[in-house]
């Protein structure tokens, strides 16, 4: 959970990590009123008939209509097959040029992984999760700084090697080592393949790692001086054949003069070869051909989650039975001293995110408790 707020004008925000609450999601809505932190209202993205900007203008309702309809009849005509990847599942279901352009759109969100290694079962095509957004007022890195407060956070302490036997643990950073009972990990599920263990993790554990997938990201925001242009132009978010697939509003309940917009590009569409800049004009592209004339960037900002090396991903992807083979190996704790949560340790159809992460917790909690 990332917040950026240095740089921006009107005092808004940007969220460039875990975004959204959906709705249902009651483990982090009841840590967040647990915590004295209000939520934003709900909002949609109108996922009934999308917004796209496809081809440099924004298409007709009933054009983009037709495409969406077109994903929700090939999925009933054409089911996914198990195991069988996005690439394989939209040239089987003969998708349409424009129809395959959205579906890219769509993966970028979720499971945010090339379509060649995606999970066609995965891929939410009904296009049924944009209703019941929230989000934490503010701000969602108000809740991980609201759970800190009280305890004591060593922060710009990169761990290297983990010792775990029947004396408890040690935890090895590159300037001192520290002494407990347990070691939870945390990290993203790539890091924990980074990390060195005495002993060694058990090699079931080390090759239920090695098979689950990751999906790829760059975050973008920018902010634009033509509030009401923008807001009219995109709505709350729309697709795109551009980069990046999907954009939306981030400053929808935010006072100020000036419009946040942001969008992940992912999967096969993440940049790799441009630069910051060369990423922001090419966003600033993408609003001022869903605007009709050359928008303002006011603020730019790029985060890069899979070349950071503390994050190496953006949320795990797990193809076909992964849920039932893998993911139980992974969150598997090595004898009674060593415990493993985090979103990509969680079971939950769709990204693992916040919701995950927090299930994660949850469990080694029990995990503890019962040991």
């Known amino acids: 959970m990332f917040t950026i707020r240095d740089g921006l004008h009107d005092g808004q925000y940007a969220d460039v990590g875990a975004e959204m609450i959906y709705h249902g999601q009651d483990n982090i809505l009841n840590l967040v009123a647990a915590q004295g932190l209000e939520l934003t209202t709900e909002f949609s993205l109108g996922t009934d008939t999308p917004d796209i900007i496809f081809h440099g203008h924004r298409l007709s309702k009933e054009a983009s209509a037709e495409l969406a ?9 054409t089911p996914p097959g198990f195991y069988e990847t996005v690439a394989q599942w939209s040239r089987r279901a003969r998708l349409s ?10 993966a970028q969100g979720t499971p945010a992984a090339p379509l060649r290694l ?11 999760w944009g209703k019941g957004y929230r989000k ?24 290297r090697v983990i010792g775990h036997g029947s004396g408890g643990v040690t935890v090895e950073t590159e300037r001192e080592t520290f ?16 990390l060195g263990f005495d002993p060694v993790l ?50 929808m309940q935010q006072p100020g003069e000036h419009v946040v917009i942001s969008g992940l590009a992912a999967g096969d569409v993440e940049p790799a070869l441009m630069t910051e800049e060369q990423i922001l004009d090419a966003f600033d592209e993408t609003i001022s051909a869903a605007v009709g004339r050359q928008v303002r960037r006011a603020y730019g900002y790029v985060k890069n989650w899979t070349q950071d090396p503390l994050t190496r991903s953006v949320v795990r992807a797990p193809l076909g039975d992964q849920r039932e083979t893998v993911l139980p190996e992974i969150r598997r704790p090595v004898g009674d001293r060593l415990f493993f949560a985090g979103e990509y340790t969680d079971d939950r159809i769709g990204p693992g995110g916040m919701e995950g ?6 469990r080694v909690s029990r995990e503890l408790l019962d040991g």
Do not use: W
């Open 69 to 77: 309809q077109e994903l929700r009849d090939g999925v009933k005509r």
């Open 97 to 106: 040029e424009d129809a395959g352009k959205l579906l890219e759109a769509i």
């Open 118 to 128: 995606a999970d066609s079962q995965e891929l939410n095509v009904e296009l049924s």
């Open 136 to 159: 934490i007022k503010g701000g969602n890195d108000r809740l991980p700084q609201a759970l800190a407060r009280g305890l004591d956070v060593r922060l710009n302490q990169l761990v």
């Open 179 to 194: 002494h407990g009972d347990r070691a939870l990990v945390t990290v993203p599920g790539p890091l924990v393949q980074e």
């Open 202 to 251: 058990p090699a079931e554990k080390i090759q239920a790692l090695l098979q689950l997938r990751y999906g790829n990201g760059t975050r973008i925001v920018s902010q634009f001086k033509e509030r009401d242009l923008v807001r009219e132009a995109i709505g709350l978010g729309c697709f795109t054949d551009r980069m990046p697939g999907y954009i939306m509003e981030q400053t």
């Open 357 to 362: 992460a927090i299930k994660s917790a949850y």
